[in-house]
């Protein structure tokens, strides 16, 4: 049987598909990175980058949602939890996925898994705080995204820890 090296292969269709079927959302690892362009001419640790800046983006613009959302709010209640939920998303994006984008490219893959796998994290306690007749259905469709985002950059960047 022959084994290949993903981490020293060129990306194509095939290479993007074969790390998709390591992670637990294919079908989302799939249409996000094939959707990308910056996925051409590059390898695991790269596509293991454009599915962690694709992240940030993703984070960015639910704590731009929750932001605007606090400003439109008139429920106290519904306000209180929503800047709970921007307080949980902004070290995410000014400092836990820009740190592991970078620890990602000097290859410090251990690090950069755990600042991506946060992302995770607090979107959960943010989704917690949210139930019954609270339920904000677009911040929980956003917070279920980035969970699921999440774990598929922290799949690839796994791969890179096996030395795939």
């Known amino acids: 049987m022959l084994t290949i090296s993903l981490r020293s292969v060129r990306c194509d269709d ?7 079927k390591k992670t637990p959302f294919y079908d989302l690892c799939i249409s996000t990175l094939k959707s990308n362009t910056n996925t051409e001419n590059t390898d695991t640790q790269g596509l293991a980058g454009v599915m962690a ?11 731009s949602y929750i932001r605007a959302r606090i400003n439109e709010a008139s429920d106290p209640q519904m306000e209180r939890a929503l800047a709970y939920c921007a307080e949980l998303y902004i070290p ?5 996925l820009p ?8 290859g410090r893959f251990e690090f950069a898994s755990d600042g991506i796998s946060d992302a995770a994290k607090q979107a959960d306690a943010c989704e917690k705080n949210f139930s019954g007749p609270m339920k904000l ?3 929980s469709e ?3 995204l980035l969970h699921s985002l999440s774990d598929v950059a922290v799949a690839i960047v796994k791969l890179l820890l096996k030395g795939l």
């Open 14 to 20: 095939d290479l993007i598909d074969q790390i998709c």
């Open 53 to 63: 800046n694709i992240l940030l983006s993703n984070a960015t613009d639910t704590l």
């Open 92 to 96: 995410v994006v000014k400092y836990n």
């Open 99 to 106: 740190q592991a984008i970078d620890a990602l490219s000097k």
């Open 137 to 139: 259905e677009p911040l």
């Open 142 to 144: 956003r917070n279920k």
